[in-house]
């Protein structure tokens, strides 16, 4: 039973906005066009606007509100951006990212959003087309924490939402000079926010932020492999 209070998305932008996690324009006006209802399954619409994670099944979570915010803030994408997400899990933060890089459905901005669960790419891309999103982000089954097999630099900001032990080396080589990256780095109990700019001459400055928890990074540069199921 579930015993939160449910705040509507009005309240919930408030408190987001007092506390000082959704501070820029872009990001709020981002979080005040996406429905979020849209990215959990239907018997926890009602809980939306709770700032809490939800499940989406296969024991993963769609990311509490407050968290969104401080990372999309962190990221600080701008418009006509390429965006690589690693973890679509739901969608929604991929949806987010879309209506600030390419606000008015030009085809400017593009955000790539990679997943390892099959069946969740396939849940976010229900979502996105339910929600109008689906032409402004292209889904990618498969291990993020590889990129996207690209050998060049090709992303201007690059957002990880899924706990990492360490900044994997492929993404570093696929953000572009100039751009930035948002990870979680940690243990698997807890991680620390690092934001990681790659300055003009490739070198990396890499600050660390706060303390947060996310589900983990798998895959060649996460946490473990997964083969049937089973973790190794
Ligand atoms: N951004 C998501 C959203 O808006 O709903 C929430 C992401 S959830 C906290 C983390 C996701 O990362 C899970 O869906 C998980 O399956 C995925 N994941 C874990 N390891 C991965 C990897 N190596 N490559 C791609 N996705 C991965």
């Known amino acids: 039973m579930i015993l939160w209070e449910t705040p509507n998305k009005e309240e919930l932008l408030e408190s987001l906005v007092s506390m000082g996690y959704a501070r820029s324009k872009k990001v709020l006006r981002a979080l005040e066009k996406v429905p979020r209802e849209l990215f959990v399954p239907r018997e926890l619409a009602k809980y939306a606007y709770v700032d809490r994670p939800l499940p989406i099944g296969y024991g993963q979570t769609i990311s509490a509100p407050h968290m969104v915010a401080i990372m999309t803030e962190a990221l600080d994408p701008m418009e006509c951006d390429k965006v690589l997400e690693v973890g679509t899990g739901s969608g929604y933060q991929a949806a987010i990212l879309a209506e600030i890089v390419d606000p008015e459905s030009r085809g400017c901005g593009i955000v790539v959003s990679i997943e390892l669960v099959p069946q969740l790419s396939f849940f976010a891309k229900n979502n996105l ?60 109990e807890m991680q620390i926010l690092t934001i990681v700019d790659k300055k003009p001459d490739g070198k990396l400055e890499i600050r660390r932020d706060i303390p947060c928890v996310f589900v983990p990074l798998r895959g060649v540069h996460g946490y473990s492999y997964i083969i049937s199921g089973k973790d190794i």
Do not use: C, N, W
Request: charge should be positive.
């Open 129 to 188: 087309e339910r929600s109008g999103y689906i032409d402004r982000v292209y889904l990618v089954i498969g291990d993020g924490s590889l990129g996207v097999g690209a050998e060049r630099e090709v992303f201007d900001r690059i957002i990880i939402t899924a706990a990492s032990p360490k900044i994997p080396e492929p993404l570093v080589s696929q953000l572009k000079k100039g751009g930035r990256m948002v990870i979680p780095v940690g243990s698997q």
